[in-house]
């Protein structure tokens, strides 16, 4: 019988057993109607399935039970609370009794503090951390109607249930129930801090860890509690005051400030020594992290409390907290979105330049969907503050990091070594060093790393971030090209020309001055406006030029040898096409070709658009690759699919369509193509146009020897056939180039080749795919090239790893009687 398994199961050597007891024995009936609903459950699964006659049964014992639940009195609905927590098994049959045991815990009264204990202790039995939860929240409400002596009595019980459910993985539910928790706690003891609020091992927490042990007070217990308060990722006016105010009664303006620290520069936690930081990551993968998820409050409220209470000065450990958990390629532990936001809407809230300038840096760094979201909040309020548009904004709080205005620094570091960093170009950034006897290196001297490893450290430190501004200039500044924007001549001076860091990238590129009479003038990188004092300037676009304006400009750079900091004199152009004027709102000029497609998501996000992950989940099986253009008005979406059925994850990607919409308020309406400005059409379906050229299985070298057919139509169609915008730029750029080349009178440039003599045979490479074709029967030649960059032996204007490997491979088969690899020679001699 039942109860008799429940009377022998309830006692568990506690002070509580008389009540467990007692407790079955009042609600007897109930135990009598629970086991008649059991069995007719079973009997249900034995015998033959009559779904009617079985309703039927369990709606009469159903309705037995609730009516004989409400008719109870206080007494018998306590007793039947607990009987329901001990009768609940969480077996092959689950029986949980969770809405019964609310309904009779929010109407009955008289709470003894030995019911509440063994609600408490009963609820952390419970199988899943969710029916804890539940259960624990039932036994929480009872303990909220206890007064402050009865409260006392159970302290050690409450205590124990608050260690349980920080230890236990139960998602974002624990967190009101931790606070009901401290709560009850300090009616009983101001002073308590409970086990588990504070993290026993991280060490982030350690600063708060080391001054609970030197002596607890009520105020800084008040602090603690405050600070683990906070859910959102920005507090209330109200938590506002009172983190103020419990700061400083604790005065504990340092101690937040160093726990901050600890967060954004301490040593990471260890999920093999420490555990999963969050329920849903398997047991078997290794990680660092920074905060388990059950302390993420408090986490957060310190951050908060450190940029409330010091402002300015948290900004460094803001600013490395964001980058630390918001981008975690760039530091070894995983991404803590909460954390993450937290840091920037911290900055955010910072009135000062130091915060801005953090803001801008994050926003080129952090690749994230929901944080970029957030700054782009944050440096949109910040603007309005301004009266500014948030483009300029951008563009006004690009730190110098203290360089002259030819992007160089000279510092003392100590023991008569002096150091310069410099930026050279667009994408170097040098670190020298000179000895006291004037010898110059690029690494440090042994000196300075024994004797002043402090100005060391930091002069590194600088250079890193040196580098990380020039490369979000680099980004910001081509990203101008989807735009219209134009700048009045001395805001562009003082903003953009005379900048130490992105001058250097604007003395690489074509600018275009208007005159007075309203005409506009290109002059050539690193040249001024030719006469007079112009009236505006905007970045030039060949979209705009002329055919003939195009060839001279492209003969100028690379007569003059000119390296721009990114692709502008040889910029592909995309117009629209009769095709797609057809198609009205979708063009198919990128669709149907066959990519890896674990290159192509990678390189989604390293050209900064948001796409979801093809896989086995629902919305899994459509992709969708989405970017903002043109100051953000337009966005383009580019469509794509599996390849072909696919196991545990996606292989290869099937390209569609691309679709433009525009920004209507806070939402996005699709727009006909025509109707797409001709920079925003061009510069998105340019990067479509790099994604498909890179990730095609058609520039895969190793392709043709798979053995696998299903493609091969393809590989060869689209890896020999015609040239797209990207290769027809490429071949003009080698038609200026070869002539130059020591192995020209073996190159000839043949329609969609270039085509090598050799000793041993002639070769024709693609200048779309970089593949090769041996005459005179057309056989493919596999060359796989070796992972690292071109030489830079032969000038090319930008840079074009595609471009730069059709010249390795033209300079390797121009002197083929000299290869030593055995595997391209056995190739070139089959047939030849």
Not at 453 to 464: A, D, H, I, S, Y
Not at 803 to 808: C, G, N, T, V
Request: glycine share 8%.
């Amino acid at each position: 019988m039942l109860y008799d398994t429940l009377v022998a199961e309830s006692p568990r050597n506690d002070p509580f057993d008389a009540v467990r007891a007692a407790a079955l024995a009042r609600a007897r009936w109930l135990v009598d109607l629970l086991e008649r609903q059991r069995a007719e459950f079973a009997a249900g699964l034995r015998g033959p399935y009559l779904p009617e006659q079985s309703e039927q049964q369990d709606a009469a014992t159903r309705n037995e039970i609730d009516t004989g639940l409400a008719a109870c009195d206080d007494e018998e609905g306590r007793a039947a609370v607990l009987t329901l927590m001990m009768a609940a098994t969480f077996g092959d049959t689950l029986w949980q009794y969770g809405s019964e045991i609310d309904s009779l815990v929010s109407r009955v009264r008289g709470w003894t503090p030995a019911e509440v204990a063994v609600m408490l202790l009963r609820s952390a039995e419970y199988d899943m951390g969710f029916w804890f939860a539940d259960a624990l929240e039932s036994a929480l409400t009872a303990a909220e109607r206890l007064d402050a002596e009865d409260l006392r009595t159970i302290t050690p019980w409450l205590r124990w249930a608050h260690t349980e459910l920080m230890d236990t993985e139960i998602g974002s539910g624990a967190a009101p129930l931790a606070r009901r928790l401290r709560a009850l706690l300090a009616v009983v003891d101001g002073k308590e801090i409970p086990d588990g609020l504070i993290p026993e091992k991280a060490p982030w927490a350690a600063p708060l860890r080391a001054r609970v042990s030197a002596g607890p007070t009520a105020e800084l217990a008040d602090l603690v509690r405050h600070l683990a308060s906070l859910t959102g990722p920005r507090p209330a006016q109200r938590w506002r005051r009172t983190c103020l105010t419990v700061v400083d009664a604790a005065a504990a303006r340092d101690l937040v400030v160093d726990t901050l620290r600890e967060l954004a520069e301490g040593e990471p936690l260890c999920s093999r020594e420490h555990g999963q930081h969050t329920a849903w990551m398997y047991d078997d993968h290794h990680y660092h992290y920074v905060v388990q998820q059950n302390d993420g409050d408090l986490a957060r409220g310190t951050v908060w409390a450190a940029a409330l209470t010091d402002g300015p000065a948290a900004v460094p450990y803001l600013d490395a907290l964001a980058l630390r958990t918001g981008a975690p390629w760039s530091t070894g532990v995983v991404e803590d979105l909460k954390l993450a936001g937290a840091a920037i809407n911290a900055l955010a809230d910072i009135d000062d330049p130091a915060a801005l300038d953090s803001l801008w840096r994050l926003h080129s760094r952090i690749k994230h969907r929901g944080l970029r979201k957030q700054l782009d909040t944050a440096l949109t309020s910040a603007a309005a503050r301004q009266g500014i548009t948030p483009g300029q904004l951008v563009e006004r709080g690009v730190p110098d990091h203290g360089l002259a205005a030819d992007g160089t620094l000279e510092r003392e570091v100590g023991g008569g070594h002096r150091a310069r960093v410099e930026i050279e170009d667009a994408t170097t950034v040098r670190l020298t060093f000179t000895a006291p006897d004037g010898r110059t290196s690029r690494t440090a001297p042994a000196a300075l790393k024994d004797g002043f490893p402090e100005p060391l450290n930091e002069l590194k430190k600088l250079v890193r971030e040196v580098r990380g501004t020039l490369a979000g200039e680099r980004a910001r500044v081509e990203a101008l090209l989807s735009t219209a924007r134009e700048w009045p001549y001395d805001e562009w001076c003082r903003h953009y020309r005379d900048h130490p860091v992105t001058g250097v990238l604007v003395r690489g590129l074509i600018w275009e001055f208007q005159s007075e009479d309203g005409a506009w003038h290109a002059v050539a990188p690193a040249e001024g406006p030719e006469e007079g004092r112009p009236e505006r300037v905007r970045l030039w676009h060949p979209i705009r030029a002329s055919v003939d304006d195009i060839r001279a400009w492209r003969e100028r750079i690379v007569g003059a040898r000119l390296r721009q900091p990114f692709k502008q004199a040889f910029r592909e152009l995309y117009r629209l096409t009769p095709a797609e004027e057809g198609t009205g709102v979708y063009s198919n000029r990128f669709a149907a070709h066959i990519v890896h497609y674990r290159q192509l998501y990678a390189l989604f996000k390293e050209r900064g658009w948001q796409a979801n992950f093809l896989g086995h989940y629902d919305g899994g099986h459509d992709g969708e690759a989405r970017a903002e253009f043109g100051d953000g008005d337009w966005r383009a979406c580019f469509h794509h699919e599996p390849a072909e059925d696919y196991g545990y994850e996606v292989e290869r990607a099937a390209t569609d369509q691309v679709r433009f919409e525009r920004r209507d308020g806070g939402r996005w309406r699709e727009t006909p193509l025509a109707e797409v400005p001709p920079l925003v059409f061009s510069e998105a379906m340019r990067d479509v146009d790099l994604f498909v050229g890179v990730t095609s299985i058609a520039a895969d070298p190793e392709w043709a020897d798979r053995g696998e057919s299903r493609h091969a139509a393809y590989w060869r169609r689209a890896g020999f056939g015609d040239l797209t915008a990207s290769a027809e730029v490429r071949r003009e750029v080698l038609e200026r180039v070869v002539p130059r080349l020591k192995i020209a009178d073996r190159c000839s440039i043949d329609g969609r080749y270039l085509t090598v003599r050799g000793d041993l045979r002639t070769y024709r490479i693609h200048l779309g795919s970089a593949n090769i074709l041996m005459d005179p029967d057309d056989s493919y030649l596999c060359i796989v090239p070796a992972r690292r960059k071109s030489d830079g032996k032969v000038f090319l204007p930008f840079e074009d790893d595609r471009l730069a490997l059709i010249l390795s491979k033209a300079f390797l088969l121009a002197a083929d009687t000299r290869i030593t690899d055995g595997t391209i020679l056995r190739q070139i001699k089959r047939g030849g």
